[in-house]
């Protein structure tokens, strides 16, 4: 009877049998694609082949979609547009993910925590923080990250490649999120307010730790002496009294000091 409806050039699949949706199954792994293409694609993933290399820069790809999408970073053409403000994309993917951002939906939910996400891929490096794995190794010192994105900032450390640059001082970060926190600096912005007393911070970070002012929360603590402290900061700040360190000198007179605020305030006894 089947064999009617599809036609006699197709294959046969009852509908008892569990691909019938996705008949073509990967014998490595056994995930199922709707259509031979895909798992064509999917196979490269176990082969490690990646058949479409970028004449420019020589990187390689599974699917010549995905080199497609590269070559537009060499040329600068960005062809997908949102209508809502006008930012364009590479990407189509790109684009329908950016719109979530004016829509506010948040289709990928952590079921340990509940958590919503605009990107699946993101819901992916978040569940790490639940399983603790940490897949992206640093070949340099062995230190893991659950993140891609993390890898690749914390690599700079060993290149010392800072690639954000201030056009305002010339200054140079190798995290995107610094390069931000200093540009408020010249701007004067400060967008990330305290609800407790109102004050306002250039990061989201300086609100975090100021908040600790409020909750009490001192987590870091000194192994020496068991002294606790608000920041990772001002601990690392506090083992100087234990170790006898004092790495900022004054250049006028020579005299030391463990904190650079000190240093600062005797730099004045000079002017």
Not at 28 to 33: D, P
Request: glycine share 6%; charged share 25%.
């Amino acid at each position: 009877m089947w064999e009617n409806v599809l036609g006699k050039k197709n294959t046969y699949y009852s509908l008892q049998s569990p691909h019938w949706e996705k008949p073509f199954m990967c014998t490595e792994c056994g995930k199922s694609f709707r259509q031979k293409q895909h798992l064509t694609e999917h196979q490269l993933s176990h082969t490690g082949e990646k058949p479409f290399m970028c004449t420019e820069c020589g990187k390689s790809f599974r699917q010549k979609q995905h080199l497609t999408e590269h070559q537009l970073s060499h040329t600068g053409e960005k062809p997908f547009m949102c209508t809502e403000c006008g930012k364009s994309f590479r990407t189509k993917q790109q684009l329908t993910e950016h719109q979530l951002i004016h829509t506010g939906e948040k289709p990928f939910v952590c079921t340990e925590c509940g958590k919503s996400f605009r990107v699946k891929h993101i819901l992916t490096d978040h569940q790490r923080l639940h399983t603790g794995e940490k897949p992206y190794a640093c070949t340099e010192c062995d230190k893991h990250f659950n993140q891609r994105s993390s890898l690749i900032k914390h690599q700079r450390i060993h290149t010392g490649v800072k690639p954000f640059v201030c056009m305002e001082c010339g200054k140079s970060f190798s995290n995107k999120s610094n390069f931000q926190g200093h540009q408020r600096i010249h701007t004067g912005e400060k967008p990330f307010s305290c609800t407790e007393c109102e004050k306002c911070f250039t990061t989201k970070t300086k609100l975090s730790c100021h908040y600790k002012i409020h909750t009490g929360e001192k987590p870091f603590s000194c192994t020496e002496c068991g002294k606790r402290f608000t920041t990772k900061a001002k601990l690392s700040s506090h083992y100087m009294v234990h170790t006898g360190e004092k790495p900022f000198a004054c250049a006028d007179c020579g005299r030391r000091f463990v904190l650079k605020g000190n240093l600062t305030k005797h730099q004045r006894t000079h002017v």
